[in-house]
């Protein structure tokens, strides 16, 4: 009797055993939906997946998916450029998804001319400076962000004053008696190539914070697009944009403070006067000079690296809003840089404001419009004439006389006080920058749009 009971107890329990999985896959659903972007359009090929299982499907033309899963289940979706989404099911049978994009994979997108290309479908050379290399540099203007982050894009900087241009070089020198500087498109706007001069230089009117991505385009596909003037090479410039979804406000700020990293080694006063003796004792053109006969009891005498130069402020302030729903996104933002140079009478002050605005206006018609507006100011008061002339100075001058006024050489030949010029002399680079694109983009076909732009750039420069 025992026997039989066991037999039976075990029997129902390999029963059991062999109907649970039938019973658990017959207890599912099929779930079935749209993944779209922020604006609507439907997402081919995304994945939809059930969360850790292989068990999974792609969207079809028309953004569909459907998924046999467990009603107490999750779904990931994912897309290239998109955050990927996880949810649950929760016995739902219709989930639609809105991909949100992933500022962290815009490099898997390269601006080429009027339009936009992935990566992996791009075969011209460029390469590509994203926005995490703005924020980890601290820069006046946007090519000393692509100094030495740009593979076969050379950038010197013509002189050293704060807001100065840089001579840019892509693939080496190609013309010798015209300029070899590339051409600049910021946001669809054409800019002039910047010349050589040092007081030219149109990449100091944006503010490096407004900056997503620099695309330099090197080969000879740039010229397809823009004519002759893009023999030296593009760097299309794309600034940020709003994004749908909760407004966001962001301030950044940084102080901070410059100074020469070494000087020249120069001969103090007691230096010079033995130098002096010496050339009296051998050459006759040489007068003896009575201040100089004891050189030992003489000090140091004016160091006019340390008159000239100084350790020299600059601040940054950054302030910008973004928004904006699925049909329209907006973004405002404005800065104020002033950077003093380290040479007296140098510096450049920068007040700037950025605004764009795209809307769907229709399902197959879309338009937007982009405005910047900038007001800079460069100091340009001291050259490489009064740096050498501090240089070969005399350290027996005084900067100031007693009198107040300043000290002047004390031999005919000497140059005249370096620290004096770049005090009285006040040179002063001011522009004033308007630039604007507006746009209308009709998707005349699935795969085939036509876009038309009316752009404009106009400065007023007063030297």
Known sequence: MKCTEFNLKFMAVMLLGILSP????????????????????????ATVQQKGTSNGTSTDID??????????????????????????VNGRTVINVTMQENSAVLDEVVVVGYGQMKRSDLT???????????????????????????AGVQIQANSGTPGASTSI??????????????????????????TDDESS???????????????????????????SRASNGVIMITTKRGKAGEATVTYDVYLGWQEMPKKYEMLNLRE???????????????DKNNAFVRPDLLGEGTDWQDELFRKAFMMNHNVSVSGGNERTTWAFS??????????????FKRYTLRSNLETQIKSWLRGGINFSLTDSKQKVGTDNNTIISALIQQPTVAVTAPDGSYDGPDDVWMPDNPVGLASIITNKNK????????????????????????????NLNKY
């Open 124 to 150: 011209g050379s460029v390469v590509s400076v994203g926005e995490d290399a703005v924020k980890k540099s601290i820069s006046t203007s946007i090519d000393q962000v692509l100094q030495g982050r740009a």
């Open 334 to 347: 404005g800065g104020y840089l002033d950077q003093d140079g380290i040479a007296l009478g140098s510096g």
């Open 431 to 458: 522009k004033l920058n308007l630039r604007f694109n507006a746009f209308l983009e009709a998707t005349l076909y699935k795969g085939l749009t036509l876009r038309t732009e009316l752009s404009g750039d106009y």
């Open 22 to 45: 039938l019973w658990a896959f017959s207890q599912t659903i099929t779930v079935s939906g749209t993944v779209v972007d922020e604006l609507g359009e439907p997402l081919i090929g």
């Open 63 to 88: 953004g569909n998916y459907s998924l046999s899963i467990s009603p107490k289940g999750s779904i990931t979706v994912s897309y290239v450029g998109y955050n990927t989404q996880t949810i649950d």
């Open 201 to 227: 230089n149109p990449l100091a009117s944006i503010n490096p914070s407004d900056i997503v991505s620099m695309d330099v385009l090197k080969d000879a596909s740039a010229t397809a697009i823009y004519g």
């Open 169 to 194: 070089r892509i693939r080496g020198i190609n013309s010798l008696n015209a300029t070899n500087q590339p051409i600049f498109v910021i946001d669809g706007v054409v800019i002039d190539s910047a």
């Open 272 to 286: 010079y006067a033995e130098h002096h003796n010496f050339r009296a004792d051998y050459l006759s053109s040489v």
